[in-house]
């Protein structure tokens, strides 16, 4: 089964920026729909970027939890079988352990695989 590592994560001052990244391995994910997920503590685990599997002339598909619009980007390389999250002006409710995972459609950004990495761990502190 597909298998998830998730890298990139760590301290960070309000307003900064980073950028996370997942590769995939056990499968190639290039045609699967992507997402990004977080766990904050005390808080459910919710989707927060999603990306689909065609380029287009714009650009691949993408879709946003309304509180990171405009403030993350999620791209992914078809090639290497990776997704990234790139996250600018983080503020502190942006804490969180991060997670990649398949989509089954960016409608429902429902998790794909039952099979979860041990995530990022992303703060976003003074």
Known sequence: QVQFVEFGGGLVQPGGSLRLSCVASGGV???????????????????????????????????????????FTISRDLAKNMVYLEMNT????????????????????????????QGTQVTVSS
């Open 29 to 71: 994910i290039r045609y699967v729909e992507m997402g990004w997920y977080r766990h904050a503590p005390g808080k459910e685990r919710e989707w927060i970027a999603g990306i689909g599997t065609v380029r287009w002339e714009t650009g691949f598909k993408t879709k946003y939890k309304d509180s990171v619009k405009d403030r």
């Open 90 to 117: 983080l503020k502190p409710e942006d804490t969180a352990l991060y997670y990649c995972n398949g989509v089954t459609s960016l409608d429902a950004m429902t998790p794909k695989f039952d099979r979860w990495g």
